[in-house]
């Protein structure tokens, strides 16, 4: 008893700190026993072994044959059976996946007529996961080291079909949805920036070994996403030493020339390289394995202030990551792992508030910073197997993000940015000081019951978002020598929080052989606590059916038509809290008749002490509602056809906007302070086609199609418009103005989406791996000047009418030269990138500002010069070189 006294105090001290694993570290396996006459085996033994496994792990199958086995570590798996009355068989080469079943089809054990060696079958690769409705796909290392991908796995995502790659300043867009509503997950930990969803921890591909992404209906177990989830296991030990070495560079001799747009500096020089070394094995064989690895990444980049010429602008960052595995007991696993990716960089162009694009500086330091980011990681995760018919799982994980923006001269510290609005041109000083920790503590336990043919899971999970925030923006405005304001933006030494209780309960009933049922509610509060530690804002209505349906025609296993509905909410990012529950606000507007800075004297004062606002009562959390219909056939062994719909429906949502009193407040646009305001929209429908080869030794691809449609009147937690990064604080909804006109195709709309990924082994140790990206334009609307002034806009005719940006397309290569040939000690691999290759440099964004607006002047007598022009080009061809060393 003592291995479980031991992890029920685990999950005590789990639960005093805060939530649980919210996404899968492991897989599945099960299926179905039958003998020659087609009858159920009952009671025969099932064994599995795999290097990814310490020692082995074995379940009986049931009255009808049913045998499963949960909780596996991810990797390819060698499956025995045996019974007193029939012959032993193995099957080998079965591939557990991320998050995912296999479910061995056809295995029927032979009567024991006499006394026979062991059979071995290789078995084919199962493609189909036919116990759930997850539209995702998985990628093994194997699959993701010979394709064409950045160093970072969040560019792995990208390749899938839903995926699609934005140019408007944030991560890639899924499903309709914007970059800050994707979830990150290492290792089970939500790695993901609390304080605003801009993405979460970089770790390079050589540290992972399988990426999981859930593009949609999800079981209740999982925590919501508005966008996609990316699962992220990383490398584990094993019983025999192994490690790679590996140096990347790229530099612009490699590179051709990129064109600007209207607004971004131009670069000159730049160079990216890499080094990283990781090492892992046993400690004590088949009970305590590590992993450790380590890659510094140095990137060296020339900027042009304008006006001025270029400065170097330097980025270090230290990634690094550890793991142990323990098998502490034949009944106690025990997961502890820790990573992270602190950096400094000496910036050149980089604010934390949107200050606008200068003409030019007269002096360089409102463009130079230094800037700390990154953070570090750890989790715990515990499981514990009562039996081979139910298992608990428990977890404590914390992580911390940093985001520091300090000056970089001593000029840039004791001069106020001065901002010249009648020139266009910068001088003074940086305008930034920014001190931002945050700290997500969480916890949680899980168990799962394996009942005859039910399968129940449930779990309590905790999670507490902590920001320790310090932030002054502060700038000085010149419109005419006789018209000037000192703008502030200041909170100080504040401390916010948002808590987030969780229940789920879910039952996956296997009616019949062909047919399946997954239903679950999952329950989620939100508990906003403001700067004086108490409870500003209570969310508690969050409650999320979701039910899959899945139903096998023909020969069980090679076919899956599905079907499923859910309720997802966003967790609200700690942003609110600070900006509306937060007694050291301070928004300040000084008007002066004269240069302040010469004599400060007279100046007119309006402050907004934003406080704590009362509570929004009956605030609903922002969710939408999806319903998904597809089909999945394998053919050929290891080829695979499918088609799915999805629609997803935005029900409610959150932002701020001035209220019918007047004041800046949150809430529900359509009701309440908000009520003058439409409700928000936006909706998602998308037809995808897939055609897939994996599992075989030379050739294997994903090519895809996606004809999708984005529409409403709100493009999502990121201000696709105009590219602000402030969730449910964004811009969008400050006034009702700003809304006429304000429904119809938004921004990341792309009716056309192809897409293809693939490698191709040739006989002489040469692999080449490709992705292609060929899509239709986004919408393009006409902005005119609103009458409160910059830095709003109205819409000049129906959103998304001006017509659209160009089609563009996308070509990336990788070769993979292997030095020796398979069996030696080490391996050296030579790496070759092509990125863009044949790159058009095409317009991927324009000016869509038509007016701007001056408070108290005529509508549309402010022309903007660079209306029309575009503001940003797809990037050139680039080379990358590397190697990689594994022994």
Partial sequence: ??????????????????????????????????DEAGDSVPFATVSVSSPSLQGTRQTMSTSTGYYGLFKLPPGEYSVTFSHVSYQEVTYTGIVVGLGRTTTLRDVQLKYKVYEVPEVV?????SLIDVTTTTIGANLTRQDFEVLPIGRNYQNIPALLPQANESFLGDEVNFAGATGLENKYFIDGIDVTDPYRGITGTNLPYNFVKEVE???????????????????VITQPGGNDFHGQLYGFYANNRFSGDPRFGAFEPATGDFSQYDL???????????KLWFFAAYNPNVEHEDVEIPGLGFYEDKNIRHIFSGKLTWKATEKLNLDLTLFGDPGTREAVGVTFGNWGIPVALENPDPYLADVETGGVSGSLIGRYFVSDRLLFEASLSVITRKAYYQPNTERGANELLLIDEETGIWSGGYPDRIDDLSVQTTAGIE???????????????YRDNRLNTSEVLRGLFRYNDSAFTDASFVWDETTVHNRIPSVFVQDSWQIIDRLRINAGI???????????????????????????????PGRIGSQKLYASFGRFYQEISTLLSAMHHNENFVQSFINYGQDPRIDPSNGDTT???????????????????????GYELQIDGNVMIGATGIHRNLRQGIENGWGVDGALVYGNPGSGELSEFPNMTREYSALVLTLTRMGDEKLNFLASYVLSKTIGNYTGLFNSDFGYAFPNTNGAFDWTENLINGSGLLPNDRTHVFKFYGSYRLGFRLTVGTSFTWQSGTPLSTYEGA????????????????GRTPTIWDLNLRFAYDIFPPGRSWQPRLLLDVFHLGSQREAVNFDQIQYFGEMGAPPNTNPNPTYGMATKYQPPTTLRLGLEVGF
Avoid at 2 to 17: E, G, K, N, S, T
Avoid at 449 to 461: C, N, R, V, W
Wanted: negative net charge; aromatic residues 12%.
């Fill in 276 to 286: 990283g070394l990781s090492l892992g094995g046993p400690i004590a064989k088949d």
């Fill in 787 to 802: 009458s409160t002034g910059p830095p709003w806009q109205n819409f000049a005719e129906e959103r998304g009418s001006s």
């Fill in 1 to 34: 008893m003592r291995p479980l006294v031991f992890l029920l105090f685990f999950f005590v001290i789990a639960f005093q700190a805060g939530d649980g694993v919210a996404q899968e570290t492991t897989g599945n396996l099960d299926g179905y026993l039958t």
């Fill in 121 to 125: 079958v290789a078995e084919t690769k």
């Fill in 522 to 552: 999952r329950w989620d509060g939100q508990y906003l606590v403001g700067s004086n530690g108490e409870v500003a804002q209570k969310i508690q209505d969050q409650y999320q059916p979701r039910i899959g349906l899945v139903f096998q």
């Fill in 447 to 461: 168990g799962t019951l394996i009942a005859g043919k039910h399968t129940l899971k449930s779990g309590i999970e």
């Fill in 213 to 231: 992404v859930k593009a949609g209906a999800y079981e209740a177990e999982y925590r919501s996403s508005l966008g996609g989830v990316v699962n």
């Fill in 607 to 629: 402050s907004f002490y934003v406080g704590i606002q009362p509570e929004v009562e009956g605030l609903e959390g922002q969710h939408y509602d999806e319903f998904t219909l």
